[in-house]
């Protein structure tokens, strides 16, 4: 081979290397292990920041027990259609929402001098339908009706010493109660009948509690400033957190503001959203807002990262790039350090080795900065391994976010293209460097887009609006090349995904399978094409099931063609397959229409001045002109929920609808009603039959959707059925 004695082939100046440090690809501190010179990494999205100072701003074990406004107080709850219930101990009521009007109202709906629950009532809970209210003065917990109010049962305290002394209580998964129990200091797992199934123990004066969506219990103690967090499936406390931002992560989103006494902002909750805040308290009769609880943060904390291998000895570390909030009055100080070999943690506190690269600060307006961009160049000494220190600085009523760190090296610059005498020293070859960067990054950005080109061309990373300009939108211009409208104001990555999977679906475009194909993918439904349905804790029991259906996407596409059950006289007879059609097809006129369609009442008859007549008829392929080139589709309601959605989807079926054809948009909404709306196959589903309750088993009580055995039903071993079984004598009620 001569290529070892061949001339080095003329290639661009090698550019430099970069090491990105976020919370996906891990932050690389030094040491850090939680929290390091006070920062620490936030469980939300990673980013770096203050931690709260403690005993500021919202706690996880505040006195209304909404675990610092994860959830709702402990003296309110929401049921599943958004209405707000409230107690209030000290009188003895129950108060409901009227999302209408925006007011509460006494719950059951009584006379005003009747009490609503007992004396003493501590906490409120809601679970499968049933409203749960603690009462540990009376040892019971009553279970009312979540429609009406109406009591279904008073547990009683469950055997052994002491008495249970319930205080809160909350459905949980599986179909579970957690009851609180302060005089036993523990938690117990009831069965929706009130039996305590197991007791998890040791965990101190129970006050509150609630659950994540992972299932995790959070017990909330009196005297304690953390609560702690149970694992349900083995009783064992898992850890402790102290701020809400610990655990925020495992909850899904309230919706309400909430106070740390227990006051509600019920603004949100009303139908539609009030525009002005509604605070009510826990008695609730409505009070002004009341302050914010704001968080204090330290005033300065330090974050190292290293060591960094750059694998050259060496090595001139070339420049940092930062990308974080600013919160007014906040600063990051910038310095690097960097040796051949490693340091030791002595070494790293000598501050006479860091030397500095600069300070990014807050311009001064009352503005934060959000997600601001910011690079400096690095003044440190060469060395194979690298070190960076950030010096985040505050004014402890906010802090600074790190979201991204990137680390260029080794130092590429166009001082190699000069004489030797601008880099003669290292004085004047870093004077030199840091004036031919004004114009050596400018130059460095073009070449960065040119090299990373290919994915302007790519649907899943092409920019896209509204990330960035209407200008700079490629995936409309790569969308055009393909002929693919797509839909504005649509969620982006479902957009993107249309647009990956038009060259598969381009064979079919102008199909029936094509549109059908496109619509899914536009309103996500083929992702739940593999989902099998985990079994209800709420509704009748379907043990009796060999298998559990999976999901089948629904038939969004109807065309009016398989509509026609029309009957041709001598060929058929009057039945359910065939139906008589005349005006309502094409709607001719007749001139012998009776009175009423001459006084322009009805739709049917001949009128001067309205009536056209034509000279060509087609009676017999009146139905095929009719129906034979219109479609429906039909579309939950909920993909277009959004402000502009169904106008976006109009004009994408308009585009993608097979050529020669009429689509009409039909919004299918949650309900069921006979005769208005109710297609099986398209918006209406039957259910699966449940199994049949058996009378004499505990674990089968009858209740809404218990399905007894009627007569004359076949079975293969004939369950017990009303009206053939004695009570007292072949059936026991237990």
Not at 96 to 113: E, F, I, N, V
Not at 344 to 354: I, K, V, Y
Not at 397 to 412: E, I, K, M, S
Not at 691 to 697: A, N, S
Request: glycine share 12%; proline share 8%.
């Amino acid at each position: 081979m001569n290529a070892p004695y061949l001339p080095p082939v003329a290639r661009a100046p090698h550019d430099p290397r970069s090491r990105v440090l976020d919370a996906r690809l891990g932050w690389a501190g030094y040491g850090l292990t939680g929290v390091t010179g006070g920062v620490a990494q936030d469980p939300q999205d990673g980013a770096l920041a203050f931690a709260p100072l403690p005993g500021t701003g919202r706690l996880l074990a505040e006195p209304g027990g909404g675990f610092g406004g994860l959830v709702l107080p402990r003296h309110a709850v929401q049921l599943a259609d958004g209405t707000l219930l409230l107690l209030n101990g000290a009188a003895a009521r129950l108060w409901r929402m009227d999302r209408c009007g925006c007011t509460l109202s006494p719950w059951p709906c009584l006379d005003a001098g009747v009490l609503r629950v007992p004396d003493g009532a501590a906490g409120l809970g809601v679970g499968c339908g049933e409203v749960y209210v603690a009462l540990p003065a009376l040892q019971r917990v009553l279970v009312l009706d979540a429609g009406n109010g109406a009591l279904r049962a008073a547990w009683p305290s469950p055997t052994g010493a002491p008495p249970w002394s319930p205080v809160h209580a909350i459905g949980v998964d599986g179909g579970l109660v957690a009851v609180a129990d302060v005089a036993r200091g523990g938690v117990h797992l009831c069965s929706r009948r009130g039996r305590s199934l197991r007791f998890i123990g040791g965990l101190g004066a129970v006050r509150a509690l609630a659950t994540d969506r992972d299932g995790r219990l959070y017990v909330q103690r009196d005297g304690e400033e953390s609560v702690a967090i149970v694992e349900l499936a083995s009783g064992r406390t898992i850890g402790h957190a102290t701020q809400p931002g610990e655990v925020a992560h495992r909850f899904t989103p309230l919706g309400l503001d909430t106070a740390p006494d227990g006051a509600i902002d019920i603004a949100t909750a009303c139908a539609p959203p009030a525009s002005e805040p509604h605070w009510v308290g826990p008695d609730g009769h409505a009070i002004a807002a009341p302050p914010p609880a704001l968080p204090a943060y330290p005033a300065t904390g330090t974050w190292i990262a290293g060591p960094i291998d750059s694998g050259e000895d060496g090595c001139t570390w070339d420049r940092v790039a930062l990308v974080a909030d600013l919160p007014a009055g906040a600063r990051v100080r910038i310095s690097a350090t960097a040796a051949d070999a490693l340091l030791t943690d002595p070494e790293l506190a000598e501050p006479s080795r860091w030397r500095g690269g600069g300070e990014w600060r807050h311009p001064g307006d009352s503005e934060p900065l959000a997600c601001a961009r910011a690079d400096w160049m690095l003044s440190s000494s060469t060395g194979r391994h690298g070190w960076l220190k950030l010096e985040l600085l505050g004014d402890t009523r906010g802090t600074p976010r790190l979201h991204c760190v990137q680390l260029d090296f080794a130092r590429t610059s166009l001082r190699r293209y000069l004489p030797a005498v601008f880099g003669a020293d290292p004085v004047a070859a870093e004077f030199s460097d840091r004036w031919l960067a004004i114009f050596d990054r400018t130059l460095r950005d073009i070449e960065a887009t040119v090299d990373g080109q290919a994915r302007f061309f790519d649907p899943l990373a092409a920019p896209a609006a509204p990330e960035v300009s209407e200008s700079r939108d490629f995936l409309r211009f790569i969308a055009s090349w393909v002929g693919v409208v797509l839909p504005s104001g649509w969620p982006l990555a479902q957009q993107r995904r249309v647009l990956a999977s038009a060259p598969a679906l381009y064979p079919w475009r102008g199909t029936r399978a094509g549109f059908a194909a496109s619509l899914s993918l536009l309103l996500g439904l083929d992702r739940w094409s593999r989902h099998v349905p985990a079994h209800a804790r709420c509704v009748p029991c379907t043990a009796g099931l060999r298998h559990l259906p999976r999901w089948r996407p629904p038939r969004l596409l109807l065309e009016h063609y398989q509509l026609r059950r029309w009957m041709a006289v001598g060929h058929a007879r009057l039945s359910d397959a065939a139906r008589l059609w005349g005006d309502r097809v094409v709607n001719r006129s007749r001139l012998e229409a009776d009175r009423t369609l001459e006084s322009g009442g009805g739709s049917g008859g001949a009128r001067l001045g309205v009536t056209q007549l034509l000279t060509v008829q087609d009676p017999l392929r009146d139905p095929f002109h009719v129906y034979a080139h219109r479609l429906s589709v039909f579309v939950p309601a909920g993909c277009i929920a959004a402000p502009g959605r169904r106008e976006a989807l109009q004009d994408f079926i308009a585009a993608e609808v097979p050529a020669h054809t009429e689509a009409k948009l039909v919004v299918v909404q949650p309900r069921f009603r006979v005769g208005v709306q109710a297609m099986l196959g398209l918006d209406a589903v039957i259910g699966v039959r449940t199994q049949l309750p058996v009378l004499d088993d505990a674990d089968t009580p009858l209740g809404r959707g218990t399905v007894l055995h009627a007569a004359g039903s076949t079975f293969a071993e004939p369950p017990r059925g009303a009206g053939r079984q004695r009570v007292g004598l072949s059936t026991v009620i237990r």
